[in-house]
């Protein structure tokens, strides 16, 4: 996405009633200044506070018109600044540890498009977001503000004993200045901000789910400090959220026809992550905690020409240093994963994901843009070009992985687990990166044609071409076992075309209403941990052990059970490949909609917009054996991977759909004044369609938790993760000076949505394709079409009358899956529930006895519904895409069916503890 000082001044010199009825409109786009970041009632400040203005982005996260949040561009003053490796949900430099890209109080307003028909518009196949950046100017101007809570300001507990929130503090504090070095040519912005959040996490377990959890806990701790190994504590721990962020921009006007910016940018930032606490279903104790850091410095210049009256050119240089590094919070361990009847799961020790990861990214942008008018008609050339360099430290269960299936963890047999694993270097370095560089260069025309006084029609073509300069290792045993593929394909030199033509029709003239819309091909970027992998697992670096069984325990990380003489457990290596003719995201993408300026200064929007997939991802499991049956319930069975001679553990291979589609409608209607009453209130119904929601960010797992029926190769077209139903917003304030010269605003900001769609699964591989988390839930008809229980060598022992009743009594009271008994279930066949978000500010000015200087106090209150009312506002949710219902423990011999555990407990969703209490926030604010 590209904002030049051109565009942005068009939007300005037309001095049209309203920025939403403007030429400059094609697509679907909204404008947020900062008056209205002011005003929008927000605890985090972060860009997500902002773009849910626009009706196509989701209300609680990143996604943008039913596509998957990571296909998101973001950019800073019309420059690159995303989350290239793509592990963060954000899409931004940093996302990883939550920390916002760049302070708040940096940015002047945002701009977010979803179809823009200029054709430098690129990088996204969902939403881009434009942040544009506050300069000095020949005034001085600043603030010192601070923003902070603590468990005085939260609710209580959405459980039954309605408990206090435990100590914690979340505090923001910083300053900007802005103003003149040299009196009309040289200006200067800065901004420093810090922030810290330290918050309790604890058990959900222990008070929503299981009645045996805390039983449960103390008997692993305690078997496990007899081998010793310390498990740490399940109690309620502070996990750590702290960040600093420094701005810094210089405008240099060299002279009337040329200007000069330069700005820099640098946070950083950490956070602790002790998964495992917010589920009914699992527990974990403080060793799971990890910490992931992250330092990023972003340099960027940008240099304005003008060129007579007719011609402008607009020159962008950045360079961006992004670094990661995830790791324990406390001593390294080995990872201890304990899985009980019904798929309740206990963790302990250092996150197996964690022991060996880390991440360095080098990014270089050069753009350049060059406009030319003659007559009617607005020619643009230009060029955008991305130069990323990666290196990826990934060795997963580096440490050590050890997981149990038991009965009753008083029979727990350390010696003898259900699967271990251990992932280490088969090269002399004993922790190899991935290190790969990637070049993208870009191209475009474009023609803005003003066909009429009232009327603008906007064409061009944009092409986009990725290149990788390097190839990863070759293995040729990949290429024996499985002729036809490679570990050194890359996709290189792929063309990505994007026509567009966009039109904009005044229908009166005056600017009261307009017809605008267009039609073209939007490419975007896959986030490059999914290439990371094909450089990274290609045999040739790292291998694993896998054993099922007969493992002795070791606490100690670096002296980890080997493979023992005689053992029929291989040493092999997972394979990560890609299709070389692999093309990047693309959909083309239709938009139509109607402003109509209607009383009261009120602007009306109809929307219609529709996707459909050109390219999108797929991965698909070359050593998947043929089928050699069918389940009693109709699916296919599989006769399990080969292995290559023991070679390989998994082999994936990432390529192309162009199955898949969306569609969005809109209405939305807003009024913005200075005193008296603004508002934006906006309705979308959407509806979205994919094969895989491509979720994680290893290729092993976009298949183990993409739910299928039959073949994993070929998933079901579904309701796409990325689905919002049905979405309702309201934005209003109200600005009115009780007292004179000390205006107050009152803000409202109510946010209903569907929940985010879920799948019914099976945990554990029922259909012997490898994978243990991506067989949907066969619903039985009744008792008898479901056996319940414990297997042992083949026999059957049936689960009490209790277990089926507690299964039949869900299943009752679930509209979904009581109305579709007898079938399998469908992948996100449903949703947790509807999501009800309302939340207020109040800010009061304060006069000061110096002209121009004003102090503000605010107050943020967030779920005003639980405060209204303690059952009201709980914020539900299930925390995972594939919800397991019940676990696989094998066929019976008697009946060849499967044989289920089931957790009487169960519950398919539960209330985060935190955002399903009210919670005020005090700031204070001193501007001159």
Known sequence: MKTSAVNLSEVTVFGQRSAIISSARTGAFQNVTSQQMQEIPTISRTFQSFAKM??????????????NNR????????????????????????GQTGANPISMDAIDEFQVVIAPYDVRYGGFTGGGINAITRSGTNTFEGSVYGYGRNQNLVGLSPTPAKTKYANFTDDQYGFRLGGPIVMDKLFFFTNVELTNHTVPLSNVAFTQGNANAQAWADSLSSILAGRGFNAGSYASTDVNQPSTKFFLRFDYNIDENNKLTLRNNFVHSYQDNLNARTSTNSLSFDTYNYRITNNTNSTVAQLNTTLGNQMSNELILGYTMISDKRGPTLAPTPEINVVMPGGFTLYAGTDRYSSANSLDQNVFEFTDNFTYITGNHTLTFGTHNEFFSFKNLFIRSYWGYYQYKVNYLSELNLNNPSFYQRVYSITSDQQPAAQFSVNQIGFYAQDEWAIAPNVKLTYGLRIDVPYYPTKPAQNDSVSYYYPGYSTTNVPS???????????????????????RGGIGMFAGRVPYVWMSNNYGNTGTMIAEIDRYGNTTFSADPTNQPGLAAGSVAKTRSEIDLVDPNLRMPEVLRLDVGVDRQLPFNITGTVEAQYSKTIYDMLYKEINLKPAIGTLPDGRTLYGGTSNGNGNFYGVYYLTNTTQGYQYNLSVQLQRYVTRGISGNVGYTFQRSFDQNGVLSSQAQSQMRYNPIINDPNNPELATSDFEIRNRIFVSLTYTHEFFKDAPTSVSLFYNGQSGQPFSFTVYGDLNNDGFDGNDLFYIPKNDGDIELGTLKSGVYTKAPQSTYNALEAMINGNSYLSSHRGQISQRNGTTYPWRN?????????????????????????????????????WDVSGGYNNNSIVSYQGMDK????????YNPAYKPWNYNDLTSRWTMQLGLRYTF
């Open 894 to 901: 008697a009946t060849g069916n499967p044989v289920y555990g």
């Open 71 to 94: 296909y998101n561009n973001i950019q800073i003053d019309g420059t690159q600044y995303n989350d290239l490796f793509g592990l963060g949900s954000s899409g931004t430099p940093g």
């Open 837 to 873: 978000e309302l939340d207020l500010r109040i800010v009061q000015n304060i006069p000061s006895i110096y002209q121009g200087h004003v102090i503000q106090v605010s107050l943020d209150i967030l779920n005003v519904l639980n405060l209204i009312n303690s059952n009201w506002g």
């Open 54 to 67: 626009s009706p196509l982005f989701s209300g609680t996260n990143m996604q943008a018109a039913g596509r």
């Open 493 to 515: 030199g792929n063309i990505m075309w994007s026509p567009r033509v966009g039109f904009n029709w005044d229908v009166e003239g005056e600017h009261v209403t307009q017809v």
